[in-house]
């Protein structure tokens, strides 16, 4: 069962097999846009809390109203969007070992490295071909996460490498 408002990633994906039933038929392909636009961020992006009346919680996001997604149905744009609330570039703001700059590598973000030992990475068929999607422009907004429990020097460092 997919578990998105954690903190930690658990496998959460869905394979299709086979799709039977009356009236089913196979759809012809839609004609690619001429824009792609890849946005890589934090909750900002996920849309957290963008449905909030008065207390925040995972239940009260929606990427469907987030800014990503209605500036790629508002230009047309074929997009790819890698958010997740909480994680940071470098250091995330509520704990958890996995980073925004782990889950941009992966194909499927929620796919944990095989490793034990290696929280920041992932399984080798998992890894993401940026050869198979190119985007003609990337929208960057993290670093909300990374800074909320304060500066210190190995954040300092890693964020300005």
């Not at 149905?73 to 074929?78: G, K, S």
């Amino acid at each position: 069962e997919a578990k998105w408002g954690q903190i930690k990633p658990t496998p959460n994906h869905v394979s299709f097999h086979e799709i039977v039933g009356p009236g089913i038929r196979v759809l012809p392909l839609l004609v690619r846009t001429q824009r792609r636009i890849e946005f890589l961020g934090d909750s900002i992006m996920a849309g957290y809390c963008n449905l909030c009346e008065k207390e925040s919680s995972p239940a009260t996001e929606s990427f469907a109203s987030s800014w990503p997604n209605l500036v790629c149905e508002e230009l047309e744009a074929e997009c790819h969007t890698a958010a997740w609330s909480g994680y940071g570039m470098v250091q995330n703001c509520c704990g958890g070992d996995t980073l925004m700059s782990d889950v941009w590598l992966r194909t499927l973000a929620s796919t944990p490295s095989d490793d034990a030992s290696d929280p920041h990475g992932t399984t080798a068929e998992n890894l993401w071909n940026f050869t198979s999607w190119i985007p003609d422009l990337v929208v960057i907004n993290l670093g909300t996460n990374d800074n909320l429990r304060g500066r210190n020097p190995t954040f300092v460092a890693a964020y300005s490498a």
